[in-house]
């Protein structure tokens, strides 16, 4: 599986949400599912498929699929 999937999959299994679905405009703004739980179920899920500890400046600011991206790649994760 590649990172790009594994990513993918994290949204998935937290919000139900394909591939197709995804993109840079979803996020707290634009899910209205989208709350604090469903947001630490994501870091725990990256944290996981990563292999990462994630800074709280990262977790906080983790609301959306395209910062979420852009937080692995401050990690040196490639998708």
Partial sequence: M????KY?????EVFG???S???????????????S???LNIITLMEDAFDLMLDPED?????????????LAKNGIEL
Avoid: P, R
Avoid at 59 to 71: E, H, L, P, R, V
């Fill in 2 to 5: 590649t990172n790009i999937e």
């Fill in 8 to 12: 993918n999959e994290i949204f998935a």
């Fill in 17 to 19: 949400a394909d591939a």
């Fill in 21 to 35: 679905q995804l993109g840079d405009s979803y996020g707290k703004e634009t899910v209205a599912e989208w709350d």
């Fill in 37 to 39: 739980v469903h947001q």
């Fill in 59 to 71: 977790i906080m600011a983790c609301t959306s699929y395209k910062a979420g991206k852009d937080i």
